[in-house]
């Protein structure tokens, strides 16, 4: 998960870890596609307004590189234009605020889904 505020990145992290998913976590937009590569990631989630480069931008890429493409992407916005951020390609959408439910919901659908 990709996050400039801690304590979100906090609380998605041990709401995940209590379902038994391995989570990473991190503020850093800066090397992100070399990070989602090493991590060998099932799923990344993306806050859509962070410092530095948009959660918008960087689904983009994620689904523009040729490794990557399949992996589905989670953006969490308050931003309220669905049209807007489905444009950039990412698989599901979490409107912040957001529920434990919801979120952990959506990871399984996209998860399990594969």
């Known amino acids: 998960m990709l996050d400039d505020n801690q304590d979100i990145l906090d609380v998605v992290k041990e709401a995940l870890l209590y ?3 391995e989570v ?3 503020s850093e937009t800066e090397n992100i596609i070399e990070a989602i590569q ?3 990631a099932d799923l ?3 806050d859509y307004k962070m410092a530095g480069t948009r959660g918008d931008e960087i689904c983009r890429r994620i689904k523009a590189h040729p490794q990557l493409n399949n992996i589905p992407v989670i953006i969490c916005s308050a931003y309220l ?3 807007d951020l489905l444009a ?3 698989d599901a959408i979490i409107t912040k605020p957001f529920g434990l439910d919801e979120l952990v919901d959506t ?3 996209l998860v ?3």
Request: charged letters at 25%; glycine letters at 8%; proline letters at 0%.
């Open 38 to 40: 090493a991590y060998k």
């Open 81 to 83: 234009n669905k049209d």
């Open 19 to 21: 379902e038994r998913f």
């Open 88 to 90: 950039c390609g990412c």
């Open 44 to 46: 990344v989630m993306l």
């Open 112 to 114: 399990y889904c594969q």
């Open 107 to 109: 990871v399984k659908g």
């Open 24 to 26: 990473t976590i991190t």
